[in-house]
């Protein structure tokens, strides 16, 4: 299978394991759903439990540089670029088809926390973190990686909430919320 072809997969994968889950989409339906036979995706990768991980690497790439891409269009300012995160998660939450967050549905459906898939999920979250404690340094915060670690507790619990229910309320009352931290760790 050329890189192409194995690309084309793995973004077929991903899609499908965001709309069916991990463990409820079997090898026979992930080859009908991506359009590739069994026997090239094991070509190509030696588990299904490796295709998950591939996937979930391509949308840690391409959700960190879409998230980035947003903040920097909606703010140039450090500080409003904090709150321009929680902009952009509004944003995503209005997209067809959001479906909550493919990096939860993996830490859930694979909680061992030493299981690769679980790893990968833990991993993108420290990855965006990470980017909000530097923008919190940016910005000046008395202590970014706190401000950020608070920050993140309230991304991942309105990605959960508007996944269910009204995510206009869930966007805004997380921007509110995120808007009283960052007055309070800047200064």
């Keep these: 299978m050329s890189t192409s072809k194995r690309d084309d997969l793995v973004q077929k994968a991903l899609q499908a394991f965001y709309r069916g889950g991990f463990h409820a989409l079997g090898m026979d339906k992930l080859a009908v759903e991506t359009g590739v036979s069994k026997t090239s995706i094991y070509n190509h990768f030696s588990s299904k439990e490796d295709l998950i991980v591939a ?3 391509l949308r840690d790439d391409q959700f960190r540089s879409w998230l980035i891409r947003r903040v920097e269009a909606r703010a140039r300012d450090p500080r ?16 067809p088809g959001f479906k909550s967050c493919l990096f ?14 679980h ?16 923008l919190a340094r940016a910005a000046g915060a008395y202590d970014a990686e706190n401000l950020a670690r608070q920050l993140s507790l309230i991304i991942e619990g309105a990605i959960v909430l508007a996944h269910l229910h009204d995510p206009d309320s869930v966007a805004k009352d997380a921007y509110e919320t995120a808007q009283v931290l960052i007055d309070a760790a800047l200064p």
């Design 119 to 134: 790893s990968a999920a833990a991993e993108h979250k420290q990855l965006i973190q990470v980017y909000c404690t530097g």
């Design 80 to 95: 409003a670029r904090l709150l321009a995160v929680f902009d952009a998660l509004g944003e995503w939450f209005h997209e």
């Design 104 to 117: 939860i549905k993996a830490s859930s459906e694979y909680q061992e926390r030493d299981h690769p898939i």
């Design 55 to 57: 996937t979930l690497r």
